[in-house]
């Protein structure tokens, strides 16, 4: 074992402390993987040595490298080698931490950790969640537990719930009320105002006008840091009115709502701690290997309504007054122990160093808003959040927005196709933006004044027929 987990080591290693020397990513066509990759299984066993050395030549290269400096597209993953060993050491020893008797000391770290988050974002006493496989799960839960605690399970209730979230949330809002079975017709979107924010007048006339058609407004989805540009919704006001009306308010902050380690993050969302639920990444801005999000809850009682049940067969692990089952909390019986990677990672660390990676990937994207802004040519579409900036390329005498938009598409698949770089694109009120978030803890100013200088260098590419 110890022969095969350090071959296992090395070539982890290796990759990580090479990353810079590799592309940002690399991608093969369908044909071409089934070509390296597709067989039967093999009758017989194989060599270790013969495995890694079939993965290292026809399966690893062929991807995108989320830990390396130059991705800068989505919310990248950067996971610390520390958490990458905790979560090693969580299925190494396989924990089954689904029911308290059977994982009390990883159920507890679940539990402190848990107690960190809500700490951190401020939410009170007693509130209480469990970590996920991420942020869509998370909320999914969420909106099946508020579904429920509207409905009390009656499913002849269900056709007239209406949810409300802006058209910056995260796709997995939609997609988590299409599974908890809303009506598709009944999943409002909300407009955004200038800087792209729920607009509050929106989301009250949208209540009003379905409770006059007799339907049942249940929930309001606000975001703390959307995906596109890390605008914050305006959670003070939005949550006066989800008390006034009697409706649940979950708060996406997925990645965002790590940034209350740092003053600034922490009055950005402010108001977060008034939600009924909170959705957060752990794998996304706190610097751990996926899969890891997290629900918080601020009355734990909602979850165990939706979701405990007492089979026969788990009879001897009903939970004491003190102790809890994360089974009763969510639609996982059997998962692991996500809690050791974050509970390793901070504590072979330390806040601070943690608050100083979260505040220098913010400053990181500022920087590069200041170095766009210098250079003619370029637009800021939305300034830097949370270490995400939105801008496209402007030259001099453009302004058909169609040739803009087909100016920065061109950029984006020339950046890209280099392979040295990774960027991700949105749309903005129907302006094509491109994007870059900068939460790598690898990312140097380099990397960013090289960036510029090859979307520039784009321009200067002949458009194909």
């Known amino acids: 074992m110890r022969r095969l987990g350090y071959m296992v080591t090395d070539m982890v290693a290796e990759h990580l402390a090479s990353l810079r020397e590799q592309p940002a990513q690399r991608a093969t066509t369908r044909e071409e993987a089934e070509r390296l990759i597709a067989g039967p299984p093999p009758e017989e066993g194989t060599d270790f040595e013969k495995i890694l050395a079939t993965l290292r030549e026809r399966v690893f290269p062929y991807h995108a490298r989320e830990p390396h400096p130059r991705f800068l597209g989505y919310v990248p993953g950067c996971p610390t080698y520390p958490a990458v060993l905790g979560d090693w050491l969580a299925v190494g020893y396989n924990f089954f931490a689904g029911v308290w008797p059977v994982a009390t000391g990883p159920n507890e770290v679940e539990l402190v950790v848990l107690d960190w988050f809500r700490q951190w974002i401020g939410m009170p006493k007693g509130t209480r969640g469990l970590l996920t496989t991420g942020g869509s799960a998370a909320t999914l839960t969420a909106v099946v537990a508020a579904r429920h605690g509207r409905t009390g399970g009656r499913s002849d209730q269900i056709s007239k719930l209406v949810i409300y979230s802006s058209d910056q949330s995260h796709s997995s809002v939609a997609r988590g009320a299409w599974i908890a079975g809303l009506d598709r017709e009944n999943i409002r979107t909300i407009p955004s105002d200038a800087n792209y924010r729920m ?179 370029f637009e800021i579409l939305s300034p830097a959040q949370f270490g995400i900036l939105c801008f496209r390329l402007k030259p001099n005498g453009v302004s058909d927005p169609s040739e803009l938009n087909g100016i920065n598409q061109r950029a984006n698949a020339y950046v890209n196709a280099t392979g040295r770089y990774l960027i991700s694109s949105t749309s903005l009120k129907g302006i094509f933006s491109l994007r870059v978030c900068t939460h790598s803890f690898r990312t140097t100013e380099q990397d960013l004044d090289e960036l510029a200088d090859l979307i520039v260098e784009s321009m200067r590419v002949p458009v194909r027929a």
């Open 199 to 377: 607009r509050l007048d929106a989301l009250e006339d949208a209540i009003r006008a379905d409770r006059k058609k007799g339907l049942e407004p249940f929930m309001v989805i606000a975001s703390a840091g959307t995906t596109s540009t890390g605008a914050v919704d305006p959670l003070p006001d939005i949550a006066d009115l989800c008390g006034h009306e009697g409706i649940w308010l979950h708060v996406d902050a997925a990645f965002a709502g790590f940034a209350s380690l740092t003053e600034r993050g922490r009055k950005a969302i402010s108001g977060i701690q008034r939600a009924d639920s909170v959705t957060l990444d752990p794998h996304k801005w706190l610097f751990v290997p996926f899969e890891c999000g997290c629900l918080l809850v601020r009355d734990a009682k909602m979850l165990e309504s939706a979701y405990r049940i007492m089979p026969e067969f788990l009879k001897d692990v009903q939970e004491g007054h003190e102790e809890v089952n994360f089974a009763d909390l969510g639609e996982q019986l059997t998962r692991y122990a996500r809690a050791l990677k974050i509970w390793v990672s901070v504590h072979y660390y330390g806040l601070a160093a943690i608050h100083d990676a979260l505040e220098r990937g913010m400053r990181l994207a500022e920087y590069f808003e200041a170095c766009l802004r210098k250079r003619e040519g």
